[in-house]
């Protein structure tokens, strides 16, 4: 049976764990070079994730199948400059052995159920331009592309 709910200190760990895969998955993509030295979260470890859940601005969520902690998703609620307010899902992620049994889609539904609920206007998120995987499941939820980030890499 799998499931999402809200994130506890003892799932840190695992979440920990998962972010060091997200990292390792999402690096070597298209784009994946640029996000990991600037999307993707400075410090991703126990102490980080276990900060997150204390963070009043922060819903932090994990998906499970038999009780084990398999995915996990961030939403971080901002404040617009008209005072709406708009959740941006940084990281979601779900093991690879996982993947395709609905995990996902709970979790995700879960963080827009609670983002919906502080009144929140919108959700954004990220998806590498080489990820068409996670695109697909993003358009799949409803989510449509609101910018196009263009970039050119100076670096060899």
Same mark, same amino acid.
């Given at each position: 049976?799998?499931?999402?709910?809200?994130?506890?200190?003892?799932?840190?760990?695992?979440?920990?764990?998962?972010?060091?895969?997200? %990292?390792?998955?999402?690096?070597p993509?298209?784009?994946?070079?640029?996000?990991?030295? %600037?999307?993707?979260?400075?410090?991703?470890?126990?102490?980080?994730?276990?900060?997150?859940?204390?963070?009043?601005?922060?819903?932090?969520?994990?998906?499970?199948?038999?009780?084990?902690?398999?995915?996990?998703?961030?939403?971080?609620?901002?404040?617009?400059?008209?005072?709406?307010?708009?959740?941006?899902?940084?990281?979601?992620?779900?093991?690879?052995?996982?993947?395709?049994?609905?995990?996902?889609?709970?979790?995700?539904?879960?963080?827009?159920?609670?983002?919906?609920?502080?009144?929140?206007?919108?959700?954004?998120?990220?998806?590498?331009?080489?990820?068409?995987?996670?695109?697909?499941f993003?358009?799949?939820?409803?989510?449509?592309?609101?910018?196009?980030?263009?970039?050119r890499?100076?670096?060899?």
């Amino acid at each position: 049976m799998d499931a999402a709910r809200p994130a506890t200190a003892d799932d840190v760990p695992a979440i920990a764990e998962l972010a060091a895969e997200l %990292r390792a998955e999402l690096t070597p993509m298209r784009g994946g070079h640029v996000w990991s030295r %600037r999307e993707a979260r400075a410090e991703h470890g126990r102490v980080a994730y276990r900060a997150l859940l204390d963070d009043p601005n922060t819903l932090v969520i994990v998906g499970t199948i038999d009780g084990v902690v398999v995915g996990y998703g961030v939403c971080e609620v901002e404040t617009l400059r008209d005072r709406s307010l708009i959740g941006t899902i940084p990281e979601l992620f779900v093991t690879e052995q996982a993947r395709a049994v609905g995990v996902g889609e709970q979790i995700l539904d879960t963080l827009v159920s609670e983002c919906r609920a502080l009144g929140c206007a919108g959700i954004d998120t990220l998806a590498l331009p080489g990820h068409r995987a996670a695109k697909n499941f993003f358009e799949g939820a409803g989510f449509t592309a609101r910018a196009i980030v263009m970039h050119r890499a100076l670096e060899p």
